[in-house]
């Protein structure tokens, strides 16, 4: 199975067939899977399944999706795509809670200029605190202030848009968005520019520990807080 194309594979399987260590979840219109490479503490993708009327070579990238000539079923493949990253968001927060006692931000979107056939919606937690975060160009594919990860919601927006600015946007320049990918590196949440990858995954590790650290602290005064009051009332009665 080919590296470049095993989305596509995985988008025309019924996902009965696919193994439980990559398939996550699926619907009559979407299947879910683990990110082989995540970049976050949790990362999905989330594909459109090859259902008529819709085609391979439709569903090849975002790029071809927008221009295939039907604008409604382009914008009727996103928001299902949508719908079902907002269940996944709602499943993530559940095992953040489980897991780590808090919840935080959650990313949803797609790259400019994607790596893989098949169009595919990126869902990853914002921390950015991984192993599989090796270089540059995989940092930047994610940083949501250069412009190559394109968030869900903008991406709707064109849809909304004058035709021409639609147009434009969904024209998607290989070369544009590649080039983004070359920015240096800085710490999206600061800004704070940063010499090197292992310099910047030590200060992301340094970013998230912190607020995890405040958001534990802000649960624990709150249950306090309700205990207190809980006491308070039962003293009263």
Same mark, same amino acid.
């Given at each position: 199975?080919?590296?470049?194309?095993?989305?596509?594979?995985?988008?025309?399987?019924?996902?009965?067939?696919?193994?439980?260590?990559?398939?996550?979840?699926?619907?009559?219109?979407?299947?879910?899977?683990?990110?082989?490479?995540?970049?976050?503490?949790?990362?999905?993708?989330?594909?459109?399944?090859?259902?008529?009327?819709?085609?391979?070579?439709?569903?090849?990238?975002?790029?071809?999706?927008?221009?295939?000539?039907?604008?409604?079923?382009?914008?009727?493949?996103?928001? !299902?795509?949508?719908?079902?990253?907002? *269940? %996944?968001?709602?499943?993530? @927060? =559940? /095992?953040?809670?489980?897991?780590?006692?808090?919840?935080?931000?959650?990313?949803?979107?797609?790259?400019?200029?994607?790596?893989?056939?098949?169009?595919?919606?990126?869902?990853?937690?914002?921390?950015?605190?991984?192993?599989?975060?090796?270089?540059?160009?995989?940092?930047?594919?994610?940083?949501?202030?250069?412009?190559?990860?394109?968030?869900?919601?903008?991406?709707?927006?064109?849809?909304?848009?004058?035709?021409?600015?639609?147009?434009?946007?969904?024209?998607?320049?290989?070369?544009?968005?590649?080039?983004?990918?070359?920015?240096?590196?800085?710490?999206?949440?600061?800004? !704070?520019?940063?010499?090197?990858?292992? *310099? %910047?995954?030590?200060?992301? @590790? =340094? /970013?998230?520990?912190?607020?995890?650290?405040?958001?534990?602290?802000?649960?624990?005064?709150?249950?306090?807080?309700?205990?207190?009051?809980?006491?308070?009332?039962?003293?009263?009665?």
């Amino acid at each position: 199975m080919s590296a470049l194309t095993v989305l596509r594979t995985y988008a025309q399987t019924n996902p009965a067939k696919i193994p439980p260590s990559i398939l996550f979840s699926h619907t009559e219109t979407s299947i879910t899977i683990y990110d082989a490479f995540p970049k976050g503490i949790f990362h999905f993708l989330i594909l459109p399944r090859v259902q008529e009327p819709l085609t391979v070579s439709e569903l090849s990238n975002l790029r071809t999706l927008l221009l295939s000539g039907d604008k409604a079923r382009a914008k009727q493949v996103i928001s !299902a795509l949508n719908e079902d990253a907002k *269940t %996944l968001r709602q499943e993530i @927060q =559940e /095992e953040m809670k489980s897991r780590y006692g808090f919840t935080w931000g959650i990313w949803t979107g797609f790259h400019g200029a994607p790596s893989m056939d098949h169009l595919h919606l990126h869902v990853l937690s914002d921390d950015l605190c991984s192993e599989r975060m090796k270089n540059k160009k995989h940092y930047n594919s994610f940083h949501p202030k250069l412009g190559f990860f394109l968030d869900i919601d903008e991406v709707l927006s064109w849809f909304d848009a004058e035709d021409s600015y639609y147009t434009s946007m969904a024209k998607l320049d290989t070369k544009h968005y590649e080039s983004m990918l070359k920015e240096d590196l800085s710490c999206w949440r600061c800004n !704070a520019s940063m010499k090197n990858i292992p *310099t %910047l995954k030590a200060h992301l @590790q =340094e /970013e998230w520990d912190t607020q995890a650290k405040r958001e534990k602290a802000k649960i624990e005064r709150r249950r306090k807080m309700e205990e207190k009051s809980a006491g308070d009332k039962a003293a009263a009665e």
